[in-house]
């Protein structure tokens, strides 16, 4: 099984989300050796911490398109680039550890369709930027919420980090509750170690 998975969030590892990414995908390629993983980043991440990744796991560096404003080439990146590559070499899994999944219903059907295409996960860590009006200010930050927010429910299957957080996921996107499940996050291991 091959798993491809936006990683962009590794490019900022001290981040909350960044945390949770490099250390899920850690431990899941550390757990199944059979699955190649194919973490995908904009830019290249530290050799460091690109090392503390099984053998099992590729990290391939799709660059951002040219072209003007972050939040489009962010957005470009997340809608066209990832997609279009986990198509390209076939990924028979789609995981955003972050909603950003695809926004059209061409990409699901695709993935639904005779079993051709990956089934895609998506992980929402929470609904604040839905549901607090201060994330989206901006028409560009409008667009780019709602589109979000429709796009998860047409994932296959949500991941979330607790019970509030898959009753906000119901009631803010409508989504089935029969599609989230709930996986707590759990702490690093330099945090599980004894004191001297």
Request: hydrophobic share 35%; proline share 7%.
């Amino acid at each position: 099984m091959k798993i491809g998975i936006n990683a962009r969030l590794l490019t900022k590892p001290f981040t909350g989300i960044g945390q949770y990414t490099r250390n899920l995908l850690a431990e899941l390629a550390r757990q199944d050796k059979e699955t190649e993983y194919v973490l995908v980043v904009p830019e290249e991440i530290p050799q460091k911490l690109a090392r503390e990744f099984p053998k099992n796991v590729e990290i391939k560096v799709l660059k951002e398109k040219r072209i003007p404003g972050a939040g489009l080439r962010k957005t470009w990146w997340e809608q066209i680039t990832v997609p279009e590559f986990f198509m390209k070499v076939g990924v028979n899994l789609a995981f955003f550890t972050y909603p950003c999944n695809p926004w059209t219903q061409d990409w699901y059907k695709k993935g639904r369709a005779a079993g051709r295409g990956p089934k895609t996960v998506v992980t929402v860590h929470d609904c604040i930027p839905w549901m607090n009006k201060n994330y989206r200010k901006g028409i560009l930050s409008k667009l780019y919420h709602s589109q979000t927010r429709k796009a998860v429910a047409k994932a296959d299957l949500i991941l979330t980090v607790s019970g509030s957080s898959k009753a906000d996921i119901e009631k803010v996107c409508g989504v089935n509750p029969a599609k989230i499940e709930v996986v707590y996050n759990d702490a690093s291991p330099i945090y599980k170690e004894e004191p001297h």
